[in-house]
């Protein structure tokens, strides 16, 4: 079964550092989202992706947070200069179409801050 | 004002139970509804789809009552492997979803 995968598991960055995590979606997928959970907290949106341009975007994601797909199969998420509230897990889904079906999420990338 | 709102529980039933999660949602445009489960330090996993008539999936019944913005989820004969967390999940846009705070089912032996 095809699966989203998220590299790496873990990354620990001090503040201020720039961190880039790393997301390859189901290969014949075409929308490409980013979501954040703080530890004991819900999960929050990010980020959508479509075409090679953001189809939306939360108040979270502010100018500190860019998303690209540099290739045909990755699609990174890049925090410019880290912050302590950034720790959080970050989970990167995909979907085949539009319109919010149902997303099928990686295994997240746990990001520590110090 | 919480998008989607659950009981975060815990709920600790036996196995063999049945037990019955609710969520409520704000936005009346909303479109697209799910549950996923999520597994402590996991991704979230989709359960089901829920459509506006009602579906079932094995144990798993999902209802949709658009009128009163609520949704249910319903797992019967609980087994130990159905031990998680149950998020109500809405669509808010075109493309993105909101995530209630899940609510914890512990099935106990």
């Known amino acids: 079964e095809p699966e989203v995968t998220q590299t790496p598991s873990h990354q620990v960055t001090q503040m201020g550092q720039e961190v880039i995590l790393r997301c390859v979606p189901i290969s014949n997928h075409l929308y490409f989202y980013w979501y954040r959970q703080i530890l004991g907290q819900k999960v929050e949106f990010l980020v959508s992706?479509?075409?090679?341009?953001?189809?939306?975007k939360s108040e979270i994601f502010d100018d500190q947070f860019s998303v690209e797909r540099p290739d045909g199969s990755n699609f990174t998420l890049k925090i410019r200069s880290t912050k302590l509230e950034d720790s959080a897990m970050y989970f990167c889904?995909?979907?085949?179409?539009?319109?919010?079906?149902?997303?099928?999420f990686g295994p997240g990338t746990r990001l520590t801050v110090t | 004002r919480k998008e989607v709102e659950q009981d975060p529980g815990p709920f600790n039933v036996p196995e063999g139970a049945t037990v019955a999660f609710n969520c409520t949602y704000s936005n009346s445009a909303s479109q697209s509804f799910f549950w996923y489960r999520q597994d402590c330090r996991k991704e979230p996993k989709l359960l089901m789809s829920v459509y506006s008539s009602g579906n079932e999936d094995g144990r798993f019944t999902a209802q949709l009552n658009r009128a009163s913005q609520y949704i249910s989820l319903l797992i019967r004969d609980s087994k130990l492997s159905d031990s998680a967390t149950y998020l109500c999940?809405?669509?808010?846009?075109?493309?993105?979803?909101?995530f209630g705070t899940g609510t914890r089912l512990t099935v106990i032996p």
């Open positions: 889904a995909s979907t085949s179409t539009g319109g919010t079906p149902e997303q099928y």
């Open positions: 999940v809405v669509n808010a846009g075109a493309n993105n979803l909101f």
């Open positions: 992706f479509y075409n090679n341009e953001i189809s939306e």
